[in-house]
């Protein structure tokens, strides 16, 4: 048998290229892998990003809705009767929302206008790489709401839905002191639960006492959601326990100063004079020469003693709203002792009310996905 030999000569660096193109090919892959790996971790960033951005503009559009009348929160807030628009920013943990509220519709007649309300939040959490550098997630909801002018149904310049006891001198008169509304009734409290006990009584008003409702005709005519206001639906400027209430001297300094002061201590006592809107849950006490003017919400028994004078709206045992039947004795009314003077004030009331006059929003007007500009 005979044996050729072959020449690979021809075939000399031949392994060179081949782990070059190995390498090669390998390095493709990589490069492809970390590229898919890096394009889709931008994508979900970029998703969770939109969702934040999303829960940033939720919430500021309801901070907006709920805060909106609060003292000095919003940046560049109007009066929504006459402008046609007004904005604010509100800054949130991870980024801020950038609300408008455009007005769509005027007043018209007794309705009141109507806005649509934008929120566009921002996520500045997290930079997005775009086509032009470094990006914030960005997502704009939206929602019809109307502008509520309405502040509190005053039916008498004192209210009592648990009956009130009159004992001593002194003036409840429901004349309007401001002059801008009709007059309303004195005094008015549920059919027999009036008790004069001494002194000069002179109720003033149209009429100067109203006792011809029974108690369902007066629930129905005092008209204040009682439940939603002990579930915080006025939020407060001060709260109190917690809150120290605002000294004399805070009234005395700042003439545009009207708080709402919610009390949940029992028999509480009023310690200074002042202004704004007082919400009691139970039991409250006006003493000495304390004077106070805007609205008294009372949940319990009112009692006032001594020389004091309260200019706006008082309502007390309103309570009786959300459960239970005053009894028609005196042992759960309030108490007027001394020489009082509880009048009506119209500008009073709209002063203090002005947290009342807020957007409510339109039912089914939402939008999640607003176009912004």
């Avoid at 002005?354 to 007007?365: D, E, G, M």
Wanted: with cysteine; net charge negative; glycine share 10%.
């Amino acid at each position: 048998m005979t044996f050729r030999s072959f020449n690979f000569s021809n075939r000399d660096g031949f392994a060179l290229p081949l782990a070059i193109l190995v390498i090669t090919v390998v390095a493709a892959g990589l490069a492809a892998g970390f590229a898919s790996t890096a394009s889709e971790f931008t994508a979900n960033a970029a998703e969770k990003s939109q969702h934040r951005a999303y829960q940033l503009a939720e919430t500021g559009l309801e901070q907006f809705l709920l805060l909106r009348s609060t003292t000095n929160w919003c940046d560049h807030c109007a009066d929504p009767i006459t402008a046609d628009s007004e904005w604010t920013r509100v800054r949130l943990p991870g980024g801020y929302a950038d609300v408008v509220a455009v007005k769509v519709r005027p007043v018209i007649g007794t309705q009141n206008a109507i806005y649509f309300i934008r929120s566009r939040g921002v996520d500045t959490s997290v930079k997005l790489s775009g086509a032009t550098g470094a990006t914030a997630a960005e997502r704009t909801v939206g929602e019809y709401a109307v502008w509520n002018t309405q502040t509190i149904n005053v039916q008498a310049a004192w209210v009592s839905l648990s009956g009130l006891n009159k004992n001593g001198t002194g003036v409840i008169s429901g004349i309007d002191q401001c002059g801008q509304q009709p007059d309303v009734a004195g005094v008015m409290v549920d059919k027999g639960d009036l008790h004069i006990q001494g002194g000069s009584f002179n109720p003033d008003g149209n009429p100067p006492v109203d006792t011809s409702n029974t108690f369902t005709q007066l629930k129905a005519k005092v008209n204040i959601d009682w439940a939603a206001i002990m579930a915080n639906a006025i939020v407060p400027d001060y709260e109190i326990p917690g809150d120290a209430f605002p000294s004399g001297s805070a009234f005395d300094g700042d003439p545009n100063f009207w708080p709402v002061i919610r009390i949940h201590t029992n028999n509480y006592t009023l310690p200074n004079h002042g202004r704004g809107m007082i919400i009691a849950d139970s039991n409250f006490t006006i003493s000495g020469s304390n004077m106070w003017d805007g609205i008294v919400l009372i949940g319990g028994q009112l009692t006032s003693n001594g020389n004091n004078t309260t200019a706006g709206a008082t309502l007390s045992g309103l309570n009786f709203l959300i459960g239970g039947t005053p009894q028609t004795s005196s042992i759960d009314d309030s108490q007027a002792n001394g020489q009082k003077t509880y009048v009506y004030n119209s500008c009073n009331v709209s002063n203090a009310a002005s947290r009342l006059k807020r957007y409510v929003a339109l039912p089914n007007t939402w939008m999640d996905d607003v176009a912004a500009w």
